[in-house]
């Protein structure tokens, strides 16, 4: 079946780096674009970043541009997110989540998130 | 950034009530708009695409609509699974933005 199941969440000290994946089945993962969103505690859904399905077009939230990068392994078909300079902020459930198609029109499939806590 | 305001942020209802929820965009988004609905510890699931396609396998008691700047989401007869935390996230362009949320109970 059509499955995203993420990885790489954990405790890490404010100023430091953590990678988060995404690996995806069940379907073509190279003709999708992908996203990033996180939610932290209690509160609601913010959008992070996505990426072209092959992989050439990034956006960012401007809360995380310069600090992290979204990038993908199509023959992998795993997505990643690299999360570097990570503040006590950034502290949330991170899921993964696939456009419904190439024209965008919504995340049909999301994973079941990995969470990152950012604390000294 | 394109802002997106909820309305209400909460709202008690009973089975089988009418429930409407609004989202209203800080600039015109053409019909880029789209529902998720939540429930606690769980991953959002699409209700709603385009502002009122309905997603595959969602009950047809879930309806949006609207264009430009403002939309609903309407539940026709509430049922006890639809209990949950929604919210509306533009696709117009990017950053995209969701929706502050907002929590339906029971009354």
């Known amino acids: 079946q059509v499955q995203l199941v993420e990885s790489g969440g954990g405790v890490v000290q404010p100023g430091r780096s953590l990678s988060a994946s995404c690996a995806a089945s069940?379907?073509?993962?190279?003709?999708?674009?992908m996203h990033w969103v996180r939610q932290a505690p209690g509160k609601g859904l913010e959008w992070v970043a996505v990426?072209?399905?092959?992989?050439?077009?990034?956006f960012y939230a401007d809360s995380v541009k310069g600090r992290f990068t979204i990038s993908r392994d199509n023959s992998k078909n795993t997505l990643y997110l690299q999360m570097n300079s990570l503040r006590p902020e950034d502290t949330a459930v991170y899921y993964c989540a696939r456009d419904r198609t190439p024209t965008e029109d919504g995340m049909d499939v999301w994973g079941q998130g990995t969470t990152v806590t950012v604390s000294s | 950034a394109i802002q997106m305001t909820q309305s209400p942020s909460s709202l008690s209802a009973s089975v089988g009530d009418r429930v409407t929820i609004t989202c209203r965009a800080s600039?015109?988004?053409?019909?880029?708009l789209g529902w998720y609905q939540q429930k606690p510890g769980k991953a959002p699931k699409l209700l709603i695409y385009?502002?009122?396609n309905l997603q595959s396998g969602v009950p047809s008691r879930f309806s949006g609509s609207g264009s430009g700047t403002d939309f609903t989401l309407t539940i026709s007869s509430l049922q006890p699974e639809d209990f949950a935390t929604y919210y509306c996230l533009h696709d117009y362009h990017y950053p995209r933005t969701f929706g502050q949320g907002t929590k339906v109970e029971i009354k």
């Open positions: 069940g379907f073509t993962f190279r003709s999708y674009g």
């Open positions: 990426i072209s399905y092959d992989g050439n077009t990034k």
């Open positions: 600039q015109a988004i053409r019909n880029d």
């Open positions: 385009a502002a009122s």
